[in-house]
């Protein structure tokens, strides 16, 4: 479990957030990430994203890579995307995300990991969402 010292540390130095889903360049929740930075594109084998409907849900799995946009953001901003996700700082197991480090290209990253199971749902081990 992250303390409250450690994510104060960790959004100090990781202002960075990997995006895969909604929240990319034209799509429906863009708009939460227009004043960031946007640094660029990524890919990471280390994510698979699964289609939940509306919206993907990452989990930690090989995959032949997920594109990802990498972005420069505030500590308003990154609390602002934690409410959008539903991640939970003093119980991220009860979201319905976790923020969670990842390797860029750009440095490390936020990333918010799917909770729920996934069961039944379309697996994506490469490119993107929307399929």
């Known amino acids: 479990m992250m303390t409250a010292e450690y994510l104060e540390t960790a959004v ?4 960075l957030v ?9 799509l429906n929740n863009a708009h939460c990430l227009s004043k960031a930075v946007w640094l660029g594109g990524d890919t990471s084998t280390d994510l ?28 308003t901003q ?19 995300y976790q923020r969670q480090l990842l390797a860029t290209r750009f440095g490390t990253a ?11 749902c379309l697996m994506i081990a490469e490119g993107g969402w929307p399929t």
């Not at 990154?78 to 319905?96: K, N």
């Open 12 to 15: 100090a130095t990781t202002p």
């Open 18 to 26: 990997a995006v895969y889903g909604t929240l990319k360049r034209g």
């Open 48 to 75: 698979t994203l699964y289609d939940i409907g509306p919206y993907p849900g990452a989990k930690w799995q090989p995959s032949l890579g997920i594109l990802l946009e990498v972005y420069r953001v505030t500590a």
């Open 78 to 96: 990154l609390a602002q995307l934690d409410a959008l996700e539903d991640h939970r700082q003093t119980a991220p197991e009860r979201g319905e």
């Open 110 to 120: 936020w990333v918010y990991i799917y909770n729920p199971g996934v069961d039944g």
